[in-house]
Structures are given as structure tokens and as C-alpha cells.
């Protein structure tokens, strides 16, 4: 199982040759029917045949096109802890695939409301009467359903500019759906700023009159699994993830000095078991484990059973555009006043 998730990755990045090629081929029927059920899809909301519900509170969406990958849970969490520094009650809607998400939020803004609904106006209507004044909705560019005052998209420069939907490719709508973006953030890992600069003139010929910034998600610290700061670990290691892109996380494990990494990969958001960590230590045998934040939250509670681990963090910093994105949210605020 885990070898053909990482083959439909490395296949989604055409890294597979021939046969690679030979499937993308075999895949084109059924992504036009994936892209006419989408197009379609559009086409009501944006004729007014298919309506959002407007929710009592502004709405800020952080959303991709892409299925993950591009940095939306520190993102969301960055712009909740913004938007409380300047005396705002924001509230964070997610639809909630797993605790981990939950976790992260509640560890990095601990006085902020996190509220999980797979309905997402319910999830805005149960922050409204917790008391919030403003929503941002997790992944939400695609859930057309609510109204949103801004929709913030991310992508990532990993990802380039590539048009193929699923399931040929990663893209859940095409590059075009950035027309009903107000803001296009280009996010980085391990990418160059060159390929950065690259994507972002191409985002100007798709939605020139969007605002843009480019974030470069930088490696902060190491910890371990009950959070204390610790130095980086030496030697070999065993990379444990479930994400959406363990490639990029394991690239940043490498740049850190840890060449001989070895990724032991599992499915986004997966909850692990007591089986889970067995198969872990078979496979980490004189390894250090080497994990993310997010999935250090779910494998804390087995650490007595893990062999010594370590938690990369990563932070968001603005190379670009911080200043115009907070100038336009601080203005729908202020009109929503």
C-alpha cells in the first residue's frame, strides 16, 4: 500500500518514465470527466444557479488547488494569530480529517477557537455563538457553499504551474479557478527563489488584479517528543510521516545534514496504532526517528515504545507581499464594522 501511494506521487510528478506516460495517457478520459464535472460545478455558482450561504461574521478562506502540500494548516494558524494580536476573536473551521490538526492549532495559538465541522456554515454558525467575530476556513477555495469576503490560494513552487487534474495529476481545479482569488500566495520548502519568481510572473498573467506574496517555509528548531528544545540529531535516521508530501519534508531533513534519511511514509492524517509503532522500531532499527510536528501529537502518547525521536518545526516567513494581504484583510474588516 505504502509503495503505490508513492507511486501515484512520483507518477503525478511524471518521475516514472515510459510507464509513467503510458498511464497519465490511460488516465485522460476519466480527468475530463473530473474536469467537466468541475467546470460545470463553477459555471452554477458563477451564474447565481448555485448560491453560498452568507455567514453573520466575515470569512477569510485559506484554500489550494492543489490536494495539499502547500503549507494551509501554518498558514491558517499564522493569520488566527494575527488577527488576535490586533484584537480580533478569530475563530478556525476546519472540516477535521483527524485530531493532529486540532492539536497543532490548540499548541500554537492556545487561546484561539478551533472549531471542527464537516458543514462548514455550521462549523461558522457554532464559532459565532462561541463568540468569534471572524472565521478563517481551513481549505476551504473549493467549498463554495459559504460565502467568503477573502479567498487567499495557496501554491507551492514545488508543484509548478502544472495544469492536470486528478486523477492524472495533483491539481483538484485548473490553474484558471485562480480568477476567483483575492489574494495568491506562493509558498517554498526546498524550491528556489528563482522558480518562485518564475511562478509568480505566470500567476500575473491568470489573475493580475490579485494580490501576491511569497512565503518560505524555513526549518525553526528541533525538539523532542514532549516539546524541549533539543539539538539536531547525528547520524542515521528513520523519517516518519503522514502528510500529504513526505518528499519535501524529507528534503528538508536532508538539508539539515541528515543525508543517509530513510522516509518511512504513511497516508495523510493517518491515525497510528499500536502496530503502527512495532513496524516503526522493525524499521528504524539503529535509527533515530525523525518526525513532524503534526505527527509527533499522534505518535506522543507511544513514545515509552519508540526509539529516541526527534520533531523538525518549521515556521512561515514572508519573502514578499506581507504588508499588502494584511492591508486588504484590515480593510474588510474595517467595513464589516
Known amino acids: 500500500m505504502r509503495r503505490s501511494r508513492g507511486w501515484i506521487r512520483r507518477l503525478w510528478r511524471e518521475e516514472e518514465g515510459v510507464l509513467s506516460a503510458a498511464v497519465r495517457t490511460l488516465l485522460l478520459p476519466a480527468e475530463g470527466f473530473y474536469r467537466l464535472v468541475v467546470s460545470v460545478r463553477n459555471q452554477c455558482y458563477d451564474l447565481g444557479i448555485f448560491s453560498g450561504e452568507r455567514p453573520a461574521i466575515p470569512v477569510i478562506s485559506v484554500g489550494n488547488l492543489a490536494v495539499g502540500g502547500t503549507g494551509k494548516t501554518p498558514i491558517s494558524a499564522w493569520l488566527v494569530s494575527q488577527l488576535s494580536k490586533s484584537g480580533r476573536q478569530a475563530a478556525l473551521v476546519i472540516r477535521g480529517y483527524g485530531f493532529d490538526e486540532v492539536g497543532l492549532h490548540t499548541s500554537w495559538n492556545s487561546d484561539s477557537l478551533v472549531v471542527v465541522n464537516a458543514r462548514r456554515a455550521r462549523g461558522i454558525d457554532q464559532a459565532v455563538a462561541m463568540g468569534a467575530d471572524v472565521a478563517i476556513l481551513d481549505d476551504g477555495f473549493q467549498h463554495r457553499r459559504v460565502h467568503r469576503d477573502i479567498d487567499i490560494v495557496l501554491l507551492a513552487a514545488e508543484h509548478g504551474f502544472g495544469n492536470a487534474l486528478l486523477p492524472r495529476g495533483l491539481f483538484r481545479e485548473p490553474i484558471a479557478a485562480l480568477v476567483r482569488a483575492h489574494v495568491i500566495l ?81 497516508p495523510d492524517h493517518h491515525e497510528f496504532s499500536e502496530d503502527d509503532v512495532l513496524r516503526i522500531g522493525d524499521a528504524a532499527q539503529n535509527r533515530t526517528l525523525v518526525m513532524t510536528e503534526k505527527d509527533a501529537i499522534k505518535l506522543r502518547r507511544f513514545s515509552r515504545a519508540l526509539p529516541l525521536s526527534y520533531v523538525l518545526r518549521i515556521r512561515p516567513e514572508w519573502e514578499s507581499g506581507r504588508e499588502e494581504v494584511m492591508a486588504l484583510i484590515s480593510d474588510m474588516l474595517g467595513k464589516e464594522n
Open 186 to 266: 506562493v509558498t517554498r520548502k526546498t524550491a528556489k527563489v528563482e522558480k518562485a519568481l518564475r511562478l509568480e510572473a505566470e500567476i500575473a498573467n491568470v489573475a493580475p488584479w490579485a494580490r501576491r506574496g511569497r512565503i518560505h517555509f524555513q526549518i525553526s528548531d528541533w525538539t523532542d517528543l514532549e516539546g524541549s528544545l533539543v539539538e539536531a540529531p547525528k547520524g542515521d535516521v528513520l523519517v516518519v510521516t503522514s502528510i500529504a508530501e513526505p518528499e519535501s519534508f524529507l528534503d528538508m531533513v536532508q538539508s539539515e545534514g541528515s543525508s543517509s534519511a530513510v522516509a518511512f511514509p504513511f
